[in-house]
Protein backbone atom coordinates (compact mmCIF):
# COMPACT_ATOMS: atom_id res chain seq x y z
CA UNK A 1 0.00 0.00 0.00
CA UNK A 2 0.73 3.96 -0.28
CA UNK A 3 4.02 4.83 2.39
CA UNK A 4 4.04 8.72 2.66
CA UNK A 5 7.18 10.20 4.47
CA UNK A 6 7.53 13.62 5.69
CA UNK A 7 10.57 15.52 6.43
CA UNK A 8 11.62 17.80 8.69
CA UNK A 9 9.48 16.80 11.68
CA UNK A 10 10.38 20.35 13.10
CA UNK A 11 10.96 23.80 11.78
CA UNK A 12 11.41 26.60 13.33
CA UNK A 13 11.81 29.89 11.27
CA UNK A 14 12.05 33.62 11.94
CA UNK A 15 9.13 35.82 10.49
CA UNK A 16 9.51 36.59 6.90
CA UNK A 17 11.51 33.61 5.82
CA UNK A 18 10.48 30.93 4.07
CA UNK A 19 9.69 27.57 4.65
CA UNK A 20 9.47 24.24 2.60
CA UNK A 21 8.27 21.02 3.83
CA UNK A 22 8.96 17.99 1.59
CA UNK A 23 7.66 14.41 1.32
CA UNK A 24 7.79 11.42 -0.64
CA UNK A 25 5.56 8.71 -1.81
CA UNK A 26 5.52 5.03 -2.75
CA UNK A 27 2.53 4.23 -5.28
CA UNK A 28 3.03 4.90 -8.77
CA UNK A 29 -1.12 4.83 -8.78
CA UNK A 30 -1.63 7.75 -6.34
CA UNK A 31 -3.04 10.99 -8.21
CA UNK A 32 -4.06 13.49 -5.69
CA UNK A 33 -1.54 15.53 -2.99
CA UNK A 34 -3.48 17.78 -0.45
CA UNK A 35 -2.02 19.59 1.71
CA UNK A 36 -3.33 20.29 5.53
CA UNK A 37 -2.87 22.58 8.27
CA UNK A 38 -3.70 21.68 11.47
CA UNK A 39 -3.63 24.71 14.78
CA UNK A 40 -3.00 23.52 18.18
CA UNK A 41 -6.45 21.77 19.67
CA UNK A 42 -8.11 22.49 15.97
CA UNK A 43 -9.08 20.11 12.69
CA UNK A 44 -7.49 19.46 10.14
CA UNK A 45 -7.72 22.14 7.32
CA UNK A 46 -6.88 21.73 3.33
CA UNK A 47 -4.80 24.60 2.31
CA UNK A 48 -3.43 23.75 -1.24
CA UNK A 49 -3.92 20.45 -3.16
CA UNK A 50 -2.18 19.43 -6.41
CA UNK A 51 -3.01 16.53 -8.90
CA UNK A 52 -0.90 14.12 -10.95
CA UNK A 53 -1.46 16.22 -13.96
CA UNK A 54 -0.01 19.20 -12.87
CA UNK A 55 3.80 20.04 -11.69
CA UNK A 56 2.86 23.22 -9.45
CA UNK A 57 0.49 25.06 -8.01
CA UNK A 58 0.28 28.64 -6.38
CA UNK A 59 -2.01 30.82 -4.06
CA UNK A 60 -0.64 33.85 -2.53
CA UNK A 61 1.99 32.88 -0.45
CA UNK A 62 2.03 29.26 -0.62
CA UNK A 63 2.98 26.91 -3.24
CA UNK A 64 3.16 23.21 -4.07
CA UNK A 65 5.52 21.29 -6.41
CA UNK A 66 5.39 17.82 -8.00
CA UNK A 67 7.93 15.69 -9.28
CA UNK A 68 5.62 12.43 -10.63
CA UNK A 69 9.02 10.61 -11.64
CA UNK A 70 11.19 11.20 -8.10
CA UNK A 71 7.55 10.42 -6.32
CA UNK A 72 8.02 13.57 -4.27
CA UNK A 73 6.00 16.79 -3.05
CA UNK A 74 6.81 19.78 -1.78
CA UNK A 75 4.78 22.65 -0.19
CA UNK A 76 6.92 26.23 0.38
CA UNK A 77 5.83 28.71 2.58
CA UNK A 78 6.99 31.97 1.94
CA UNK A 79 7.23 35.69 3.89
CA UNK A 80 5.90 33.26 6.95
CA UNK A 81 4.08 35.13 10.23
CA UNK A 82 3.55 34.14 13.53
CA UNK A 83 -0.21 32.53 12.37
CA UNK A 84 1.70 30.22 9.89
CA UNK A 85 2.63 28.11 12.98
CA UNK A 86 1.00 24.95 12.89
CA UNK A 87 1.18 21.29 12.26
CA UNK A 88 1.72 20.74 8.61
CA UNK A 89 0.77 16.84 6.73
CA UNK A 90 1.14 16.18 3.57
CA UNK A 91 -1.20 12.89 2.16
CA UNK A 92 -1.49 11.17 -0.90
CA UNK A 93 -4.68 9.19 -2.29
CA UNK A 94 -3.61 6.20 -4.42
CA UNK A 95 -5.08 3.40 -5.90
CA UNK A 96 -7.02 2.19 -2.95
CA UNK A 97 -8.64 5.47 -2.53
CA UNK A 98 -7.85 5.89 0.96
CA UNK A 99 -5.96 9.15 2.01
CA UNK A 100 -2.55 8.38 3.72
CA UNK A 101 -1.10 11.15 5.82
CA UNK A 102 2.63 11.68 6.14
CA UNK A 103 3.93 11.97 10.14
CA UNK A 104 3.64 15.93 10.49
CA UNK A 105 5.98 18.79 10.74
CA UNK A 106 5.42 21.29 13.48
CA UNK A 107 5.90 24.78 11.99
CA UNK A 108 6.70 27.61 14.69
CA UNK A 109 6.93 31.22 13.04
CA UNK A 110 9.41 33.29 15.60
CA UNK A 111 8.02 36.93 15.36
CA UNK B 1 -24.73 25.93 10.02
CA UNK B 2 -21.51 24.03 11.12
CA UNK B 3 -20.42 21.59 8.37
CA UNK B 4 -19.45 18.47 10.06
CA UNK B 5 -19.90 18.14 13.74
CA UNK B 6 -18.94 15.63 16.47
CA UNK B 7 -20.44 14.89 19.76
CA UNK B 8 -18.77 14.84 22.48
CA UNK B 9 -15.94 16.89 22.20
CA UNK B 10 -14.85 14.97 25.06
CA UNK B 11 -15.07 11.55 26.16
CA UNK B 12 -13.02 10.30 29.58
CA UNK B 13 -13.79 6.66 30.73
CA UNK B 14 -12.75 3.76 32.31
CA UNK B 15 -11.12 0.76 31.03
CA UNK B 16 -13.59 -2.02 30.19
CA UNK B 17 -16.37 0.32 29.14
CA UNK B 18 -18.75 0.51 25.93
CA UNK B 19 -18.84 3.98 24.55
CA UNK B 20 -19.72 5.66 20.95
CA UNK B 21 -19.09 8.78 19.26
CA UNK B 22 -21.35 10.69 16.75
CA UNK B 23 -20.69 12.07 13.40
CA UNK B 24 -22.97 14.86 11.56
CA UNK B 25 -22.28 16.77 8.50
CA UNK B 26 -24.63 19.42 6.77
CA UNK B 27 -22.90 19.46 3.55
CA UNK B 28 -24.97 16.52 0.98
CA UNK B 29 -21.83 14.53 1.20
CA UNK B 30 -22.00 10.74 0.61
CA UNK B 31 -18.70 9.72 1.45
CA UNK B 32 -17.53 9.78 5.27
CA UNK B 33 -14.64 8.60 7.32
CA UNK B 34 -13.05 8.00 10.77
CA UNK B 35 -9.71 8.72 11.50
CA UNK B 36 -7.57 8.45 15.14
CA UNK B 37 -4.90 10.93 15.27
CA UNK B 38 -2.41 9.50 18.29
CA UNK B 39 -0.73 11.41 20.79
CA UNK B 40 2.22 11.98 18.32
CA UNK B 41 -0.14 13.56 16.25
CA UNK B 42 -0.26 10.48 13.11
CA UNK B 43 -3.43 10.65 11.25
CA UNK B 44 -4.88 7.43 10.77
CA UNK B 45 -7.67 6.02 8.37
CA UNK B 46 -10.31 3.92 10.14
CA UNK B 47 -13.10 3.48 8.06
CA UNK B 48 -15.06 4.84 5.31
CA UNK B 49 -18.75 5.06 4.42
CA UNK B 50 -19.65 5.81 0.87
CA UNK B 51 -24.08 6.24 0.77
CA UNK B 52 -24.24 3.90 3.96
CA UNK B 53 -22.12 1.28 2.16
CA UNK B 54 -18.44 0.44 3.85
CA UNK B 55 -15.80 1.32 1.40
CA UNK B 56 -12.63 1.33 3.74
CA UNK B 57 -11.88 -0.91 6.42
CA UNK B 58 -8.62 -0.22 7.56
CA UNK B 59 -6.63 -3.32 10.03
CA UNK B 60 -8.81 -2.26 13.28
CA UNK B 61 -9.50 -3.92 16.09
CA UNK B 62 -13.22 -5.66 15.62
CA UNK B 63 -14.07 -3.73 18.96
CA UNK B 64 -14.38 -1.01 16.82
CA UNK B 65 -17.53 -0.76 14.81
CA UNK B 66 -19.08 2.18 12.68
CA UNK B 67 -22.43 2.18 11.96
CA UNK B 68 -24.50 4.55 8.93
CA UNK B 69 -27.79 5.21 9.54
CA UNK B 70 -28.10 7.36 6.48
CA UNK B 71 -25.03 9.25 4.54
CA UNK B 72 -25.57 12.44 6.52
CA UNK B 73 -24.37 10.40 9.56
CA UNK B 74 -21.30 7.87 10.72
CA UNK B 75 -21.16 6.80 14.25
CA UNK B 76 -18.40 4.99 15.85
CA UNK B 77 -19.03 2.51 18.86
CA UNK B 78 -16.09 1.37 20.90
CA UNK B 79 -16.51 -1.86 22.75
CA UNK B 80 -14.05 -2.71 25.75
CA UNK B 81 -11.90 -0.02 25.82
CA UNK B 82 -8.57 -0.05 26.10
CA UNK B 83 -6.05 2.63 27.25
CA UNK B 84 -4.29 2.76 23.59
CA UNK B 85 -7.62 3.58 22.53
CA UNK B 86 -7.19 7.09 24.26
CA UNK B 87 -6.87 9.69 20.91
CA UNK B 88 -8.42 12.15 19.28
CA UNK B 89 -11.29 10.98 16.88
CA UNK B 90 -11.75 13.14 13.55
CA UNK B 91 -14.82 12.59 11.39
CA UNK B 92 -14.29 13.85 7.75
CA UNK B 93 -16.55 14.21 4.87
CA UNK B 94 -16.14 14.64 1.18
CA UNK B 95 -18.22 15.06 -2.15
CA UNK B 96 -17.81 11.48 -3.53
CA UNK B 97 -16.54 8.18 -3.26
CA UNK B 98 -12.48 9.11 -4.01
CA UNK B 99 -13.35 13.15 -3.55
CA UNK B 100 -10.39 15.58 -3.02
CA UNK B 101 -11.21 17.53 -0.51
CA UNK B 102 -11.77 16.01 2.95
CA UNK B 103 -13.39 18.68 5.55
CA UNK B 104 -12.81 17.35 9.39
CA UNK B 105 -15.03 17.60 12.59
CA UNK B 106 -13.64 19.15 15.57
CA UNK B 107 -12.36 16.07 16.66
CA UNK B 108 -13.45 13.83 19.74
CA UNK B 109 -10.55 13.86 22.56
CA UNK B 110 -11.05 10.35 24.19
CA UNK B 111 -9.39 9.60 27.49
CA UNK B 112 -9.18 5.57 28.64
CA UNK B 113 -7.71 5.48 32.38
Known amino acids: GENVEQHPSTLSVQEGDSAVIKCTYS??????FPWYKQELGKRPQLIIDIRSNVGEKKDQRIAVTLNKTAKHFSLHITETQPEDSAVYFC??????????FGKGMKLTVNP | DTAVSQTPKYLVTQMGNDKSIKCEQNLGHDTMYWYKQDSKKFLKIMFS???????INETVPNRFSPKSPDKAHLNLHINSLELGDSAVYFC????????????FGPGTRLTVL
Open chain 2, 49 to 55: YNNKELI
Open chain 1, 91 to 100: AARGGSEKLV
Open chain 1, 27 to 32: DSASNY
Open chain 2, 92 to 103: ASSPQRGGNEQF
